[in-house]
């Protein structure tokens, strides 16, 4: 019978203590370390794979550098679990994600371990090489260290940022995260001795010396001796790229190995030079067999069983929205052998691995890449495909300039299913599709549509398939559906045109997207205290149904808008056209219900739109401010 180990996480809430333990002791804290994050996030759910990926690498780099006198950023935040667990939340870590818990993704505001908050990919070197020149000016001697994954590599931003960083040789370190085998020859035994050789300060005062040197010969023989060294270098270590944008390649070694890991870092951290990329690679899902077995490694999970790995299954019997898009365009797909897809390595987030598994010759990933994708889709637009690019509206916004001048302005039909409309609860504030509408709807010439339930999205994927003479997009949010009846096929809406679900005589409630079930239910509330309320969904933010909106001005006292979006949206438009035909001189009481002018934190989207003022509950109270008249809260049977 084994001793029983006295537990060291205990001992070590934050990197200045976890830095007084022995090097050998750092095997069982990361044990121990793997643990609390699989124990933690099986309470919670959240993206698991990826921190268990980095468990080795996270200790390693706390253990060596000064944190947070030394900046370290983590790209996107996935990978920042065990981070937070070292950095003093420990205690909070079971309100990952939760109503006023700790955020999924690296905060400033939420502690001094973290140094620029992460929610979108490919930004870590950026803001590390930013920082690393604030040092210099300032003249300090810390480090500034940058973990990125392979997956974010494939952004231009990085690119744009490694240029930059190696043509100003600042002193900043980068750490590629190969967690899929994308880029790393075999790790072993023999690539760690070049690592640890290579990163070493003998190695690298030579190296530049050696740069020094040929510098003063003519400038083709010192490329030319130059790019012979690097490039025999590289069929070595696998890093001639890097070397080319200037930094110096340290690596492959092995992520998961502390005895590799801490001599590297410690070279690095010990160098003079600037800057330096180490090539660790690692294993997603590491230590926890369900994640590795699994195809995705659990990247983002709900809660689960830790003995089984097995993830509660949604209480729902509707359809998700984002499952509903990727049904009706295979459907739409099967009529028409010119619609292809693109996804910016979101295929199974956006509901089109559902489409790759029909069409694989039809479907393009184009990494980490939004701006890519749109221009990539207007270019197979241009020859007479018909894209549809299904990106996050968070996501989305990336690719701004690149929807305005390749696809808007040339009247390009490329289609945008726009998934994650609205508050997308767990992700917070860094995923909201809070934007689109606004940033959409001011461009001439675009079809926009939100789907009121999920059998209105069947339809919008149809009419966007027809529409073929300019761009589109159709919005909708996170989660499950209505639960209504589902149609077998989409057929396509007449553009510009919405419907009424209800007749009323007093308010007329105009919804633009699935806030409309909400409608419905304030309506129910309204006439059980004698005001009739009419119930429009809008359909389309362009072209408006303008001879809707002035019948219910025309018909009613009270118009309100309600949409799961920013000011200078739906309802700003609305506005416009009320104005522009004179009706607000008539004394018609307009209201338009948005999200509040403020970042809300992650909870459930329930309550997040609860707090955002555009429940149910909320709606009954705007129709009695507009009649003035007082409606105590506690009259509103509406939970």
């Not at 794979?49 to 980095?54: P, Q």
């Not at 109503?99 to 502690?111: A, I, P, Q, V, Y």
């Not at 870590?124 to 210099?136: E, F, P, Y």
Request: hydrophobic share 40%; with cysteine; net charge negative.
């Amino acid at each position: 019978m084994q001793p029983t180990r006295t537990p060291l996480l205990d001992l070590v809430p934050t990197p200045d203590l976890l830095r007084h333990l022995q090097p050998e002791q750092l095997r069982q804290v990361a044990d121990e370390l793997r643990q609390e994050t699989i124990d933690a996030v099986a309470a919670t759910g959240g993206h698991l794979g990826a921190g268990l990926g980095v468990v080795e690498l996270t200790l390693a780099l706390h253990y060596v550098f000064d944190t947070p006198r030394d900046r370290l950023i983590w790209d996107v935040g996935h990978q920042a679990y065990p981070h937070k667990i070292l950095t003093g939340r420990r205690d909070r870590i079971r309100t990952l994600r939760q109503g006023k818990g700790l955020s999924g993704f690296t905060k400033r505001s939420e502690s001094e371990y973290d140094p620029f908050g992460a929610g979108h990919s490919s930004t870590s070197i950026s803001a590390g090489l930013g920082m690393a020149v604030a040092r210099d000016l300032d003249g300090r001697p810390d480090h500034v260290i940058a973990v990125i994954g392979d997956g974010a590599m494939s952004a231009g931003m990085a690119y744009e940022a490694m240029n930059n960083a190696g043509a100003s040789h600042s002193r900043l370190i980068v750490i590629l995260n190969d967690n899929d085998m994308s880029i790393a020859p075999p790790v072993g035994a023999m690539s760690s001795y070049l690592a640890r050789l290579g990163s070493g300060r003998t190695y690298l005062k030579l190296r530049d010396f050696g740069k020094q040197l040929t510098a003063q010969l003519p400038k083709r023989l010192d490329s030319a001796i130059t790019r012979a060294v690097e490039h025999a270098r590289g069929y070595v270590t696998g890093g001639t790229l890097f070397e080319e944008l200037g930094f110096y390649y340290v690596g492959p070694i092995d992520g998961h190995n502390l005895d590799h890991l801490l001599p590297v870092l410690k070279n690095v951290r010990d160098a003079e030079f600037g800057p330096i990329l180490v090539h660790v690679v690692t294993q997603k899902g590491k230590g926890y067999e369900p994640a590795e077995r699994s195809e995705d490694k659990y990247h983002g999970v709900v809660k689960f069983d830790i003995a089984t790995g097995t993830q509660a299954k949604s209480k729902s019997n509707a359809p998700s929205y984002t499952s509903v898009f990727g049904a009706s365009l295979v459907k739409e797909a099967r009529k028409d052998d010119k619609i292809v897809a693109i996804t910016a390595a979101m295929p199974s987030g956006t509901g089109l691995d559902l489409f790759g598994k029909e069409f694989p010759a039809r479907i393009f990933d184009v990494g980490i890449a939004e701006q890519h994708a749109v221009t990539f889709a207007a270019g197979l637009a241009a020859e007479g495909y018909k894209p549809f690019c299904a990106i996050y509206s968070t996501f989305l916004q990336r690719a701004y300039d690149q929807i305005v001048h390749d696809v808007a302005i040339q009247s390009l039909p490329v289609r945008f299913a726009i998934d994650r409309a609205g508050l997308v609860g767990a992700d917070g504030q860094t995923h909201a599709g809070s934007f689109d509408n606004a940033y959409l709807g001011c461009l001439p010439g675009f079809v926009i549509m939100a789907a009121g339930d999920e059998a209105e999205l069947v339809h919008m994927v149809a009419t966007a398939a027809a529409i073929d003479d300019r761009p589109s997009a159709f919005r909708y949010p996170r989660g499950e559906g209505l639960g209504v009846t589902m149609p077998e096929h989409g057929v396509p809406l007449e553009i510009g045109k919405g419907r009424i679900l209800r007749e009323g005589g007093k308010v007329a409630l105009l919804s633009f997207g699935t806030r409309l079930g909400e409608c419905l239910k304030a309506a129910d509330e309204l006439m059980a205290h004698g005001l009739s309320a009419t119930v429009a969904d809008a359909r389309f933010l362009k072209p408006l149904d303008v001879d809707l909106v002035l019948r219910l001005a025309r018909e009613h006292e009270i118009l309100i808008t309600i949409e799961e979006g920013a000011v200078g949206g739906f309802g700003s438009h609305v506005l416009q056209t009320l104005a522009e035909h004179g009706v607000l001189d008539r004394g018609l009481r307009v209201r338009s219900m948005i999200l509040p002018d403020v970042y809300l934190d992650h909870d459930t989207p329930a309550a997040m739109y609860a707090r955002a003022g555009l429940d149910a509950k909320a709606i009954v109270t705007k129709a009695f401010e507009a009649l003035g008249k007082d409606f105590p809260a506690e009259a509103i049977r509406l939970a």
